[in-house]
């Protein structure tokens, strides 16, 4: 199934952390509401019943064997796609998410998994019109979570781990996907972004 079918739009937000996906998503959000157009803001992991368990294993991944961790995110995404996502998409409504389905290819694709299997496994989504990918050099997402946010690195967030999941993120090929070099500032990377999506809604 793709988003072409339904009157609505799905376009994601995908990279390594600290990119800034949720700093552009919220500006992106507020500049489309104030266009007029009807807009759903989420993400994955959802707040839901499989989304609370992913975020327990944030601080010990090794609970779950990579299978069954791949069928956490598999679970979640098809629960969100079912009650908020494709009901959206039929109403007419833009769709922006934090993360979807290339975040599995590439974060579970790091940890071992076939990559083009994780996306064969994934067919039951709705394709994105747009996969807005931000890319940064990992050290600086990093910086952004520990010196910025002040958090600490969770098991899903290691350094060496991450470069393996940016490696995954750029083999990537898919047509949906626009490369935004997240480097830049807030503003220009705004920019950049917005034209991608005015470009997509103008067709
Ligand atoms: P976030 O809420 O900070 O984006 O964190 C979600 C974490 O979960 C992030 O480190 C990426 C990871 N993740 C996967 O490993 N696979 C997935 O399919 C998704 C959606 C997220």
Redesign the pocket.
């Known amino acids: 199934m793709t988003s072409q079918n339904s009157p609505g739009s799905l376009i994601v937000f995908e990279g390594?952390?600290g990119t800034g996906?949720?700093t552009q998503l919220d500006l992106l959000h507020s500049v489309l509401q104030d266009k007029g157009f009807e807009v759903v803001a989420t993400?994955?992991?959802t707040e839901g019943m499989y989304g609370r368990q992913?975020?327990d294993l944030?601080n010990n991944r090794k609970k779950l064997s990579l299978n069954e961790?791949?069928e956490l995110?598999l679970a979640?995404?098809k629960e969100h796609i079912d009650t908020l996502v494709t009901p959206a998409l039929a109403s007419g409504k833009i769709v922006l998410c934090?993360?979807?389905?290339l975040?599995?290819?590439?974060?579970?694709g790091a940890?071992g998994l076939d990559p083009s299997d994780i996306l064969k496994r994934n067919n039951f989504a709705p394709v994105p019109d747009l996969a807005l990918l931000l890319y940064a050099p990992i050290q600086t997402g990093v910086e952004r979570i520990t010196k910025g946010r002040g958090d600490t690195l969770?098991d899903?967030?290691k350094e060496d781990y991450l470069q393996k999941?940016a490696r995954q993120f750029e083999q990537l090929t898919l047509p949906c996907i626009r490369r935004i070099n997240a480097s830049a500032s807030i503003d220009a990377v705004h920019r950049t972004v917005l034209n991608h999506v005015l470009q997509l809604l103008e067709k």
């Open positions: 390594t952390d996906k949720s993400r994955e992991p992913i975020r944030y961790e791949l995110f979640d995404r934090d993360r979807y389905y975040s599995t290819v590439a974060y579970q940890a969770n899903f967030e999941v």
